[in-house]
């Protein structure tokens, strides 16, 4: 049966006023890893539509008897605040915030990181800093903040280019202020130090350019990098994407390999 | 006060997954009446463009409390141990939050609203429980849980099928395999695909006499409706299609209004027309007041809205 019946908790974290939304995926197993593993979503739009993915993948690790929390960052989902009040900065504190309630919760000692598009991004800079993270699985990550900006700009002048003004900054529905632009323009992972990390880097896109591959390979010390061609739900119609199946079963299986 | 949200798990098999946001104010007129915002389509209780925590912090600062939650198998509910079919499944999870809520909170009556399919099981809710009080129902797109073939064919022989899952919401079939994990996702877009096929092979025979007498029933049981649409949105067409002939006998009952939002899409993705829609549905609250018997509102145009299908 697909739900695993195991429990999933609800429940805020952190303090105002930034207290965040996560589940906890509790291991369907009497025998939980003793590393725990923390999802980090995508930002803006690509966070609604990526959730069914996300939840996906928690109940698929924690099958495999893994803790698992799903959490929003400030102003985004159900966390406290709105999106203009947030920004790259306050996001990665969120992500430290989410390993060490996992920790609290669970008992784990370690905590492997997985993070999609953005998420995937902030997830390898906070487990660099981190001594109880050697373990992240990215998926699609934006490695050029810049570029990231001007393709979903393009996305949102080609559905929403004719409809009203774009006062504020709004991509796609949500605010994108001067702050938060600036930061993303900042992000650039081909010119940034490879940290001493086991990192697996999936490619959804139906063939890796050569250059996103190199940049990806030189991530961090010790990189397994897998183009696997899958849906681009993040940015599709949310009522029609597909959930990328096979990019799980790997990712599962990789996090399952190197976590006791 | 303070803005307070709570993580909740509810329902006789605990697989219920929302968050119970507090009114920040004391209100007098409604004390006891709460609201419920239920999914669209398969998008979790957040909504799309985070529109139901924007309801939801928004209608708290008003002095109600506001439930979001998943149904049994979207967003982050499980499913029902029975498996049974969305249809029932999620009419049975819609009573057991306005039982937890009316063990919770001091309500007793209940406003339902939701985008697409969300508004679909509003209106089939309130059918079936008088608790509720009043439905916001934006972009509906077939009133109904178990359509026809023949119904949708007439609307989707005019418009192109771009909300077609609604169909695979509302088909048993298709929720248990999906539910159930018999199928992956990929499968619901064929079987889909299939009945779509099928449905525009059918010919046009419109159900208007049904979804007339229901809308009537609602509003002489003193229930009252805010009906919003994105201008241009299929749901519209189908209201059309439907309802057209019979909509100024309706209008004229003042429980009820209809609306045409413009400039937007179906769900409401550009943050200015979320902020009209919320004003919208405030403005509509406000004026209820929760009195019983009438009171004079001013009602939209909301007829030659449907007749040309445009507002000016």
Known sequence: MDSGGAPIEPFYFGAEPHLLFGCHHLPKGESARGTGVVLCSPVGSEYYRSHRTMQRLARQLSRANFHVLRFDYAGCGDSSGEPQDAGIAQWKRDIGNAVETLRERSTCERVALVGLRLGATLALSVAADRDDVDTVALSDPVLSGRDYLSEIQALHEQDYGSIGSNGDGEILGFPYAPALRAELDGI???????????????????????????????????????????????????????????ALRQLVAWIRQRCA | MRLEERAIVFGRESNLIGVLTKPTAEREAGANVAVIVLN????????????????????AELGFPVLRFDFSGIGDSSPRSDRSPFAESAMTDVSEAMEWLQAETRAERFI?????????????????DERVAGVALMNAQGYELDTSDEVHADVKQRKDLRYYLTDALFNPRSWKKVLTGKSDYLDIGRLVGGRLRSKLAGES??????LVGELRSLLDRGTRLLILYSEGDTGLDYLRTNVGSQLPQLQAHPGMELDVLRHTDHVFTPRKTRNELLERVIKWMEFLDWRAGDDSSELPAAAEILANGRTR
């Open chain 1, 188 to 246: 650039d992972l081909a010119s940034q130090a490879a940290p001493a990390l086991d990192v697996l880097v999936i490619d959804s896109s139906d063939t890796s350019s050569e250059s996103s591959e190199a940049t990806s390979k030189a991530l961090a010390a010790n990189v397994d990098f897998r183009n696997i061609p899958g849906p681009r739900f993040w940015i599709q119609d949310p009522d029609e994407a597909m959930v990328p199946a096979e």
């Open chain 2, 205 to 210: 025979l419109p159900e208007s006499e049904r």
């Open chain 2, 112 to 128: 339902l609203t939701g985008i697409c399919s969300g508004a679909d099981i509003s209106f089939r809710a309130a059918i079936a």
């Open chain 2, 40 to 59: 669209a389509g398969l998008l979790h209780h957040v909504g799309p463009n985070r529109i139901s925590v924007a309801i939801a912090r928004r209608l």
